[in-house]
């Protein structure tokens, strides 16, 4: 009989209907099984188990027979196998988050179901047998000690953190008096600067809460709505209430009904309701730690790019949402959000050697900056990212203690970006008891096949082993965790995300983590970042586009005499321009784009290419991967004659010029293309929409989930340079027959943008998950505080000790790269 995957019982187990897919065709299955064993290969991944089954399978109708069949479907949820004979273990996804493990012996297809640890122990022999064998090889296991924390349970719902705990904590609130507790004790817990809010001990009982807030909205009813709470403040005041209720009459007694209604039968609509009206957040601290983090001249230099964007632009959304809300609550409060970051002595023309900078756009908003202390002293040079693990503890120290000083309170909320910022806000956050979150960029595991199991090799470059581990205790230790996509959490049907890769994994010889993160842990929250709305609008604006800059852009695109600033140059300039622009690394695949287009008669014939990357001078770089992308951009300009066609632009720091040359790639009919091998979110993809630019971007991470393919935009293959080209060359082509094709397009990136990635949508979940997982904490505060002792020796015993491997360089002047 054929069973089609159509038949199967969804509740089955892969290892319940794999012996049955074996059966079907048992000749084939043993011929591949014994292939898959033979190959040599001995981590596989799905493409290996195809490629080598089309070998084992000549006959194509009884292949495609067998791959349409259960087998087949289970080889689609295959992420990988491990191969020791006479054994094949296979790691099955078949839905984002779900995993399943199965030993299948090659000599009689017997099938097992096998748990992480067998798998994981599996895998490793591949890597190294005596580690595998050792039966106390370190083993982490988060999930062993995190036994009350709720869990979603729909790939679906993964990214509604902040909704599912809003709804839990209503259920639980019950409605009896000592059910709504919580709730009491936390509203006691709000103040500022020691002054309480809200309420005070008089109403230290729900009872008496509740009759007060009767009486008090009786008292609020007898003002006109418009009455300044300064009014009636001392009245309330007698019965218990303190400020933060709302700003006139009408609003306080909005606000009193809203709580009395909780307190009487709570749910999560008029719990969301009432937290989004309590004054919980004051002071932000967002860490962005490595990098050159500035306003001006520091984009495109290596580590620098998106994140910095993305902090200056959030923090100009956060405060304007701030100022709006403590003018509601009826508070005279300043917001005060501070980015600390490193200050860097040998600044290169930044002001990164500056401790203390106003963010423009902003009222109160500051970069703070805390150099890294060594024994020898201040740390004077940039270093990588993958090098910065022994100077985070120290830093953190010192950044506490400066910003206690600013503040003269603690914070409301940390908020850490990247890996280091992350480790560092864990670090104060854990030791001041204030809510946390976290939001990764990147997490740089996904970015690097077997980055996990091969770490040794890529240690001495990378440090993986300080990464992951800090990765992990960040994820663990923070209170919530943002994302920019579902696919960074939970990935997509094919391909797992990169939280969720961080489940279960193995560095062979340095530990074997067992549960590292759970991506249905209500913790996670999508809420995707926007391009400042008044810097990247459409390029048919036509009233605010920044003509200042056109002579300078015609001259960065168009002049024929090489410079500091670009090389190449474009011989026919009423052709449409193919437009890219990204820092100068390995996996940005700047290099990759210009090769298709190199390749490519038609396309060449089209358009013109132009690139804003990096820059030409290899002595000038001192960044590994950036070296080597330069040398390969000189090497392909020679080998596919480029020069006439394209135009290679040093990397540009002033956005506002920057929003203008997108918009005069539009002016062109042109394209923006994204060729990165992966990029975690891209914000050029969405400044490019912003400006109405068609955008042509990689399928491999957020892009994906940004545009949606053939609609807003399109996607292309980054491993497929021939596909990816023709899409382009294609849709070139279709705009010479159809006049209205681009315009199309172009509104429908738009229209998508409007909806889903603006920074006021951003802002408004921000400020819900700061309060929600503020009162989720006080509620869960056991299981922290069990965790958080595990997560302690985890850093100590562990994480320290691999910073040790990392070496501290010595200090030296750098050649100069900005001369600004
Ligand atoms: N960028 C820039 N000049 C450059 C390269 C990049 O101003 O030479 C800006 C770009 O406009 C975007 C950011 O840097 O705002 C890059 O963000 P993205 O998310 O695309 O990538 P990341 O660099 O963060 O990986
Ligand atoms: C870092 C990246 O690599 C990008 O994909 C993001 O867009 C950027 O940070 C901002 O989050």
């Given amino acids: 009989s054929s069973a089609s995957p159509s038949m199967l019982q969804r509740s089955d187990s892969i290892a319940d209907k794999m012996p049955d897919a074996l059966k079907q065709s048992r000749y084939h299955m043993k011929r591949c099984f014994a292939s898959f064993v033979s190959g040599g290969k001995k981590l596989m991944k799905r493409e290996n188990l195809?490629?080598?089954?089309?070998?084992?399978?000549e006959d194509s109708r009884e292949r495609k027979k067998i791959l349409e069949g259960l087998f087949g479907y289970i080889l689609t949820c295959t992420q990988e196998a491990a191969v020791v004979p006479p054994f094949v273990a296979l790691a099955a996804r078949p839905n984002p988050g779900?995993?399943?493990?199965?030993?299948?012996?090659?000599?009689?297809?017997?099938?097992?179901?096998?748990?992480?640890?067998?798998y994981l122990r599996l895998k490793e022999s591949v890597f190294d047998e005596s580690w595998a064998k050792d039966e106390n090889a370190l083993e982490i296991d988060f999930g062993a000690i995190d036994f009350t924390t709720p869990r979603l349970n729909l790939s679906s719902s993964i990214g509604n953190g902040a909704d599912y705990i809003s709804k839990f904590i209503?259920?639980?609130?019950?409605?009896?008096?000592?059910?709504?507790?919580?709730?009491?004790?936390?509203?006691?817990?709000?103040?500022?600067?020691?002054?309480?809010?809200?309420?005070?001990?008089?109403?230290?009982?729900?009872?008496?809460?509740?009759?007060?807030?009767?009486?008090?909205?009786?008292?609020?009813?007898?003002?006109?709505?418009?009455?300044?709470?300064?009014?009636?403040?001392?009245?309330?005041?007698?019965?218990g209430f303190e400020k933060g209720w709302g700003n006139t009459s009408e609003r306080v007694k909005e606000t009193m009904v809203m709580l009395s209604e909780v307190l009487e039968a709570p749910d999560n609509v008029k719990l969301d309701l009432l937290f989004s009206r309590l004054p919980t957040v004051f002071n932000v601290v967002i860490f962005s730690v490595h990098g050159y983090f500035g306003q001006q001249d520091v984009l495109g230099l290596p580590d620098t790019g998106g994140q910095v964007v993305y902090i200056l632009d959030q923090v100009r959304a956060l405060e304007e949402e701030l100022l709006i809300r403590i003018n509601q609550q009826g508070l005279a409060y300043k917001p005060q959000i501070l980015v600390v970051t490193r200050l860097i002595p040998e600044a290169r023309g930044t002001k990164c050697d500056q401790e203390l900078e106003a963010i423009e756009g902003t009222k109160h908003s500051h970069i703070l900056r805390v150099p890294f202390v060594t024994e020898k002293g201040i740390l004077r040079q940039w270093v990588s990212r993958f090098d910065i693990y022994p100077?985070?503890?120290?830093?953190?120290?010192?950044?506490?203690?400066?910003?206690?000083?600013?503040?003269?309170?603690?914070?409301?909320?940390i908020i850490g970006n990247y890996t280091d910022g992350n480790l560092v806000a864990s670090l104060m956050a854990t030791k001041l008891g204030v809510t946390?979150?976290?939001?990764?960029?990147?997490?740089?595991?996904?970015?690097?096949?077997?980055?996990?199991?091969?770490?040794?090799?890529?240690?001495?470059?990378?440090?993986?082993?300080?990464?992951?581990?800090?990765?992990?205790?960040?994820?663990?230790?923070?209170?919530?965790?943002?994302?920019?996509?579902?696919?960074?959490?939970?990935g997509s049907k094919e391909r797992p995300g990169q939280y969720e890769s961080h489940t279960a994994f193995t560095m062979p010889g340095l530990c074997r983590v067992i549960s590292g993160i759970d991506v249905f842990d209500p913790k996670f929250n999508i809420a995707a970042p926007g391009a400042d709305q008044s810097v990247y609008f459409p390029y048919t604006e036509k009233q605010k586009r920044l003509t200042k800059f056109h002579p300078s852009i015609q001259e960065l695109l168009y002049n024929e005499k090489d410079n500091e600033e670009h090389m190449g140059y474009l011989a026919e300039r009423e052709k449409p321009i193919i437009f890219s622009m990204a820092r100068l690394d390995t996996v940005k695949n700047i290099t990759g784009l210009v090769e298709w287009y190199g390749k490519d008669k038609r396309l060449r014939e089209m358009a013109n290419l132009v690139v804003v990357a990096g820059f030409f001078d290899m002595s000038k770089s001192n960044d590994r991967e950036e070296k080597a992308e330069i040398k390969k951009m000189h090497d392909?300009?020679?080998?596919?004659?480029?020069?006439?066609?394209?135009?290679?632009?040093?990397?540009?720091?002033?956005?506002?010029?920057?929003?203008?040359?997108?918009?005069?790639?539009?002016?062109?009919?042109?394209?923006?293309?994204?060729?990165?091998?992966?990029?975690?979110?891209?914000?050029?993809?969405?400044?490019?929409?912003?400006?109405?630019?068609?955008?042509?971007?990689?399928?491999?991470?957020?892009?994906?989930?940004?545009?949606?393919?053939?609609?807003s935009g399109f996607h292309i293959d980054p491993n497929n340079g021939d596909e990816s080209v023709a899409r382009i060359g294609d849709f070139f082509s279709k705009c010479r027959t159809d006049g209205s094709y681009w315009d199309d397009i172009s509104k429908a990136g738009l229209k998508r943008i409007y909806e889903c990635y603006t920074w006021k949508i951003y802002a408004e979940k921000l400020l819900k998950m700061g309060s929600i997982y503020g009162f989720w904490r006080q509620v869960n505060e056991d299981q922290k505080k069990a965790k958080q002792r595990y997560i302690e020796m985890f850093y100590n015993l562990q994480f320290k000790q691999l910073t040790k491997k990392v070496t501290i360089p010595e200090d030296k002047p750098l050649p100069m790269r900005l001369a600004s």
């Fill in 50 to 57: 195809m490629n080598e089954l089309e070998k084992c399978i």
């Fill in 98 to 118: 779900f995993w399943e493990y199965v030993k299948v012996n090659c000599g009689d297809l017997t099938v097992d179901e096998i748990t992480a640890t067998d």
């Fill in 170 to 239: 209503s259920s639980k609130l019950g409605g009896q008096s000592h059910e709504l507790e919580p709730l009491l004790n936390y509203l006691l817990s709000l103040n500022h600067h020691g002054e309480n809010l809200m309420i005070n001990d008089d109403l230290n009982t729900v009872a008496k809460l509740q009759r007060s807030l009767m009486l008090a909205v009786n008292v609020a009813s007898t003002y006109p709505k418009h009455t300044p709470y300064e009014t009636f403040a001392q009245r309330l005041k007698e019965m």
């Fill in 391 to 413: 100077y985070l503890e120290r830093f953190t120290q010192d950044a506490t203690s400066r910003i206690l000083q600013r503040f003269e309170c603690k914070p409301d909320l």
């Fill in 436 to 490: 946390q979150g976290t939001i990764a960029h990147a997490l740089e595991k996904t970015k690097y096949e077997d980055s996990d199991a091969k770490w040794k090799e890529l240690d001495p470059k990378y440090h993986f082993s300080c990464q992951f581990t800090a990765d992990l205790i960040a994820m663990n230790v923070t209170d919530f965790i943002i994302t920019s996509t579902y696919q960074e959490i939970a």
């Fill in 636 to 711: 392909l300009i020679e080998k596919y004659k480029l020069k006439g066609q394209f135009r290679w632009v040093a990397a540009q720091t002033d956005r506002y010029r920057n929003s203008e040359l997108y918009r005069c790639i539009a002016d062109t009919k042109g394209v923006f293309v994204q060729p990165a091998l992966y990029e975690a979110f891209g914000l050029t993809v969405i400044e490019a929409m912003n400006c109405g630019l068609p955008t042509f971007a990689t399928n491999q991470g957020g892009p994906a989930e940004i545009i949606v393919d053939g609609v």
